[in-house]
């Protein structure tokens, strides 16, 4: 193999799962910055329109509802080979200790950030190309949660098995993810503006970067772990420190 060559995103063709904005979109921009040629997959037409402003022109966006199984993969039937698949789609989790948590419903928020990303890795990973890799979306929740953070906590560890286990059994594909913190995008849209900046200072006034997470942090690690040829099924930790303190 030619690292020098694989180990490049000029010409790639990159997949990005939940890519209208946030992460997804932030990841988008910087690999097309890279040279890759980008596709971006949402489950709305307007927000998918939206974003492809803010790319290249070439960028292509399908509006694909991924909460459902044969969506996902009718999607990978038509869409042909490519070099590397990002899934950060997700929505915004309703968070309660475990005695106010209705079991049906903390059921259905494992539908798009668990088995949505499922099907995406079982559909998606016939279709890379050599020296192509899988980059998917944790959270620190399985390391450091809160009170209320049952449901999050569950998702982000089982993520994190997943991944080890797609890395040696779809091996030579690397199989990786990254794992944000707290990071200021529209997954926390549900709160008001005021609450949104009060969690955003407090998470500052407490980890050793200071600050909140931006969506450039965690896409800059998605670059990485496209472009890098020898790390498969790990977790990479994206946090300001949060873990430590």
Same mark, same amino acid.
């Given at each position: ?19 209208? *904005? %946030? ?5 988008? &921009? ?23 402003? $803010? ?13 459902? $199984? ?6 990978? $039937? ?15 989790? &309703? ?9 049906? !419903? ?6 798009? =950030?668990?088995? *949505? ?8 990973? &016939? ?18 949660? %809160? ?16 991944? =080890? ?8 594909? =690397? ?14 849209? *549900?709160?008001? !503006?005021?609450? =949104?900046?009060?969690?955003? !200072? ?11 997470? !931006? ?31």
């Amino acid at each position: 193999m030619n690292t020098q060559s694989t180990s490049s995103l000029s010409g790639k063709r990159v997949i990005l799962l939940g890519a209208s *904005s %946030g992460i997804g979109l932030a990841t988008a &921009k910087a690999a097309a910055a890279e040279g890759a040629n980008v596709i971006i997959v949402s489950s709305n037409q307007q927000r998918i329109d939206n974003a492809l402003t $803010e790319l290249p022109a070439g960028s292509k966006g399908y509006a694909v509802d991924l909460s459902k $199984e044969e969506n996902i993969k009718a999607f990978f $039937e038509t869409i042909g080979n490519f070099d590397h698949l990002v899934f950060t789609a997700a929505e915004n989790l &309703k968070l309660n200790i475990i005695a106010e948590t209705e079991i049906a !419903q903390a059921q259905t928020f494992f539908n798009l =950030r668990f088995w *949505s990303m499922f099907a995406a890795v079982k559909y998606g990973s &016939k279709n890379l190309n050599p020296g192509g890799s899988i980059n998917l979306t944790g959270g620190i929740a399985s390391m450091r949660p %809160g009170k209320g953070w049952s449901v999050a906590s569950a998702i982000c560890g089982a993520m994190e098995g997943f991944v =080890r286990a797609m890395a040696v059994e779809l091996a030579p594909i =690397r199989v990786n993810s990254v794992v944000p913190g707290v990071i200021q995008t529209n997954l926390w849209s *549900s709160m008001s !503006q005021a609450d =949104r900046d009060a969690l955003y !200072q407090s998470v500052a006034n407490t980890i050793p970067v200071q600050r909140a997470g !931006q969506a450039d942090d965690v896409a800059l690690t998605f670059i990485y772990l496209m472009k890098q040829q020898f790390g498969t099924g790990q977790n990479i930790v994206v946090d300001g420190g949060t873990v430590l303190v």
